[in-house]
Nanobody, 123 residues
Framework: QVQLVESGGGLVQTGGSLRLSCSAS????????IGWFRQAPGKEREFVAA????????LYAESVKGRSTISRDNAKNTMYLQMDSLKPEDTAVYYC????????????????WGRGTQVTVSS
């Protein structure tokens, strides 16, 4: 059974940085895509960034492009999302998700999800 566990969220001031981690277990991710999504209160879950486990192709939402970097450590089976220049509108619960195949931006195309980590950016 695939398990994804997020960590690294917290409270940060506007302009600050956080690095989120997603630890994966129970599956070989050699042909998987791993994505980060976020959901703010009263809003739909939205795509943030994704990476192919093999090859390292990446994709970012326009809202975070230039401020965020997604990466993975194959040896640790862990994916990271470095977020810089954080804004209050980045406040949300951040989820990592996994699927077989190519990168996707639609949440329903992902098969496995973590429980999320809260990111709060104060103004």
């Amino acid at each position: 059974q695939v398990q994804l566990v997020e960590s690294g969220g917290g409270l940060v001031q506007t302009g600050g940085s956080l690095r989120l981690s997603c630890s994966a277990s129970g599956h070989t991710f050699s042909r998987a895509a791993i994505g980060w999504f976020r959901q703010a209160p009263g809003k739909e879950r939205e795509f943030v960034a994704a990476i192919r486990w093999t090859g390292g192709d990446t994709l970012y939402a326009e809202s975070v492009k230039g401020r965020s970097t997604i990466s993975r450590d194959n040896a640790k089976n862990t994916m990271y999302l470095q977020m810089d220049s954080l804004k209050p509108e980045d406040t949300a619960v951040y989820y990592c998700a996994a699927r077989q195949g190519t990168i996707a931006t639609t949440p329903r195309w992902y098969d496995y999800w973590g429980r999320g980590t809260q990111v709060t950016v104060s103004s």
